[in-house]
């Protein structure tokens, strides 16, 4: 089955950082956007950045935006998120997820993603 697959996750405390990668094997990442999302248990996944198929255009929730910094390595097939600053709500499983390259949904829309990993958890505590 073709997916994504996420690594990095783990436990920090709060203020602390961590980086995430997204990365897949038999799945070409480079010629589409690619979006990271979040859940947190009993919660909605939602988006948290989203990164154009160049790199040239990047976006981020207001919850994370000046904390956290996406970017992209074509020809690596990855894609990464660093996270600073970490708060206890940022703990959550991440997802990364690959962009269909068709469609008008928001880029924060999970129906706007084709194929998903299987998420990396993320705890921030004391």
């Known amino acids: 089955q073709l997916q994504l697959v996420e690594s990095g996750g783990g436990l920090v405390q709060p203020g602390g950082s961590l980086s995430l990668s997204c990365a897949a094997s038999?799945?070409?990442?480079?010629?589409?956007?690619i979006g990271w999302f979040r859940q947190a248990p009993g919660k909605e996944r939602e988006g948290v950045s989203w990164?154009?198929?160049?790199?040239?255009?990047?976006d981020y929730a207001a919850s994370v935006k000046g904390r956290f910094t996406i970017s992209r390595d074509n020809a690596k097939n990855t894609v990464y998120l660093q996270m600073k600053r970490l708060k206890p709500e940022d703990t959550a499983v991440y997802y990364c997820?690959?962009?269909?390259?068709?469609?008008?949904?928001?880029?924060?829309?999970?129906?706007?993603?084709?194929?998903w990993g299987q998420g990396t958890q993320v705890t921030v505590s004391a």
């Open positions: 990164i154009s198929w160049s790199g040239g255009r990047v």
């Open positions: 997820a690959r962009d269909r390259g068709y469609g008008n949904h928001d880029i924060f829309d999970v129906l706007r993603y084709g194929y």
């Open positions: 038999d799945l070409t990442l480079a010629n589409y956007a």
